[in-house]
């Protein structure tokens, strides 16, 4: 059972602090307030924790959206992996690979969760 304390917790949680800390080595610091992703350059994290993924038209204000979308995890290990302040890389030698995320085709809404 998941606490609705950790759950909001987890959705408050800065994006632009927790990728800076748990995921740096795939991201690098553009201008004083983004960060891009050096694989998918259209990944932009703001940070106000805005993030932005221009070439799939995905954007969202919440850390547990953006992992679920980026690394393609399922939502209660996103939590897990901010609430317990887990390295991606971690969760990936867990055995949890995370997947392609989903390709939105214009005009469609993606249902996360």
């Known amino acids: 059972m998941l606490a609705k304390e950790t759950l909001e917790s987890c959705r408050h949680t800065n994006l632009y602090n927790f990728i800076k ?17 050096k694989q998918h350059d259209s990944c932009v994290i703001c940070s106000n924790g805005n993030w932005y993924w221009n070439s799939r038209g995905l954007a969202g204000k919440n850390s547990i959206d953006f992992i679920c979308s980026f690394y393609g995890l399922p939502f209660l290990k996103a939590v897990e992996a901010i609430s317990n302040h887990t390295t991606i890389a971690t969760i990936e030698n867990d055995g949890i690979k995370p997947q392609s995320p989903p390709v939105r085709q214009r005009g469609q809404c993606l249902e996360l969760y």
């Open 21 to 37: 800390s748990y995921d740096p080595y795939s991201w690098y610091q553009e201008g004083i307030h983004y960060l891009r992703n």
